[in-house]
């Protein structure tokens, strides 16, 4: 069950039909196949027998889990919250928090304090199987004059810096960045106990993480924040290993100012002066994602709405999702919510099939955008895209299919929806179908086969298949146990994910293509 749970977490974090084109370079999903090679557990064999026990664990075991559904930090920097060194000490097993841990660190931000007691933990509980211990932590913000708030110091000093407030894609982390300097007071002491508790099994021990926080104002009044349990697993790595690499958007300067970007913006600009809707359509497109200039979203309506206004589908469609992603005005934020219903319903109208999709899923679960959920309507707006020859449509006809969603859940016509879709040339539906052969749904269970599709999904640069490769590594049920070789295909996932552009056009323009985004070469011009 908590397999299954977080295999849904890394994969639910995308859109269902959402899909980042690759080609060769540094974002190829092969480049994350080199193989390291994890160490076998360490043992001292101190209770003999053939099967290891907690009490012969050794070596060095992580986790990029602090909470799930609260992991900004995981997300935002790939560093592991959780880096522990199992070590005997005086005859006794000991598990050992390292400074690798961002749990322990102060984030490089002028002024915040972080005290650790003891590295060591207090274990209070230790059998064969069974282990228990835990660790205190203090932090307190005292402001320095350095200028600029808190939260923004929070993005420099994890490496965001100049740029870290034009991130593309990481809205949300930002928000929670924003949430913290509201959360931290200055000179409040707040106490962080943490209590692992867990249970071995092979290169990974699984259990429960109990959070507990307090304050104590400069008054001394103490008061409890936060007392919380979750779902918690340790991973065996190399006794090396000091965290992932950081994840981060490419730098907004590089697509602004890239010279092969440049120059598409400049031939579909004078297309466009020419009214050609195609081009007015590429050009929106650039101002939305900020390629070959600054982000522009009133450039961006306008040549949008202007290609619209010549029937153009992609460009009807591709307005909806400007409203989407522009900043909304505080005074009136029902109107971007309005407009992105109006031009949705418009480009669906036109047959474009994003849209289709796109109202189709809102439809089947309610509540975005004002659209009132009604599965009649969504059930519909599949149907037409299926003949339409929508590959996307068929898949999230499985999906329905697999959820029970708008339809009876019925795996079987699961099954023969995301082979349809794959048969029509669906990447995404490769993905749903390792499921279905990962757990036995519809189908009998089938790890090869369930891998072979996955991997197959992966290479073509889909990312919620990616996310799939990176769990069978984690959980060890399609391939051997390896944390750091699923880690390598969680980052190249949001590598992509985080750099997918918005909106659609013809200028062909990939995640993979901004990853791989070239410095322009300096102006070496003597005047």
Known sequence: MKQALYTSFLALALSLAGSASLRAGTGNPSSATASIELPALQYDRTVGGDTPT????????????FYLDNNYYCILTGHEMW?????????????????????????????????????????SELSENHIKFS????????????????????????????????AVGIGSQMARAQQLNEMIKANVLYSYYYEIELDLDDNRMDGWLTTIISETQPNGTLSELTNRVDEFSLFRVTDDYKGAQQVYPTNPKKKQTNP????????????????????????????????????NYKKATQCFSAAAGKNNAMA??????????????????????????????????????????ALAWYYLYGGSWGIVKDEDKALALLERGILLGSEKSMSILGWAYLNGIGVE????????????????????????????????LGVGQDPERALGLFLE?????????????????????????????????????RVLDINAPKGLSTTGITANDLVNLKEPAPDNNMD
């Open 316 to 357: 009807t469609y591709n307005l909806a999702q400007t409203y989407m992603h522009m900043p909304k005005a505080p005074a009136n934020p029902a109107k971007d919510t309005a407009a992105v219903r109006e031009w949705l319903k418009k480009a669906a109208d036109m047959d474009q099939q994003e849209a289709i999709i």
């Open 260 to 295: 092969a970007l440049v120059s598409i913006l400049k031939a579909e600009g004078t297309k466009a002066k020419n009214g050609d809707a195609e081009a007015l359509n590429n050009l929106g497109f650039m101002y939305l994602n900020g390629l070959g200039t600054k982000v």
């Open 135 to 166: 660790f205190v932590i203090t932090r307190r913000y005292v402001p320095q004059n350095t200028g600029g708030g808190l939260w923004w110091k929070l993005l420099e000093g994890i490496g965001l810096g100049f740029w870290g407030d034009l």
């Open 409 to 440: 859940q019925n795996y079987e016509e699961a099954v023969k929806w995301f082979e349809r879709a794959i048969e029509a040339g669906s990447v995404g539906a490769l993905a749903h179908l390792g499921d279905m052969y990962r757990y036995g």
């Open 54 to 65: 907690m009490l012969d664990v050794r070596g060095r075991w992580a986790s990029d889990r």
């Open 457 to 493: 999904a992966a290479r073509q640069g889909n990312t919620r298949a990616i996310y799939h490769v990176a769990s069978t590594y984690y959980w060890g049920d399609l391939m051997p146990m390896n944390y750091i070789e699923g880690k390598k295909w969680v980052n190249l996932g």
């Open 83 to 123: 880096i522990i060194d199992f070590e005997r000490q005086g005859g006794k097993l000991r598990p050992m928090l390292t400074e690798h841990s961002f749990i322990a660190s102060n984030y490089n931000v002028p002024g915040y304090q972080v005290s650790i007691p003891s590295r060591l933990a207090n274990l």
